[in-house]
């Protein structure tokens, strides 16, 4: 079992930054692929970012592509979301999502994959 706690997120102006964190704690956190999804209102959840366990290999949304960044400290079992430039359309309820694997390499964008949740964030830029 898994447990994964956000912090971070909160109200900021178009063209801010902000810093999202998630924190692992249970299985050993570098066995798991990590991502992030939002979902805005009335709207589905999307892919966001994902980075592998090995921290490697990263992918992003076309939508955040070059503003946000995804990192990861094993020693520290958290994942980042580092957002920069933010548009209102980034508004949305922010979660963290686990993928247990034995592949250092993997990572991927299907919601179905992942295994474990963190209870969102919001996150709302104002224009």
């Known amino acids: 079992q898994v447990q994964l706690v956000q912090s971070g997120g909160g109200l900021v102006q178009a063209g801010g930054s902000l810093r999202l964190s998630c924190a692992a704690s249970?299985?050993?956190?570098?066995?798991?692929?990590m991502g992030w999804f939002r979902q805005a209102p009335g709207k589905e959840r999307e892919f966001v970012a994902a980075?592998?366990?090995?921290?490697?290999?990263?992918d992003y949304a076309d939508s955040v592509k070059g503003r946000f960044t995804i990192s990861r400290d094993n020693a520290k079992n958290t994942v980042y979301l580092q957002m920069n430039r933010l548009k209102p359309d980034d508004t949305a309820v922010y979660y963290c999502?686990?993928?247990?694997?034995?592949?250092?390499?993997?990572?991927?964008?299907?919601?179905?994959?992942?295994?474990?949740w963190g209870q969102g964030t919001q996150v709302t830029v104002s224009s």
């Open positions: 999502a686990a993928d247990f694997t034995s592949l250092p390499f993997k990572l991927t964008k299907t919601e179905s994959e992942y295994h474990y």
């Open positions: 980075i592998s366990w090995s921290g490697v290999n990263t």
């Open positions: 249970g299985r050993t956190f570098s066995s798991y692929a």
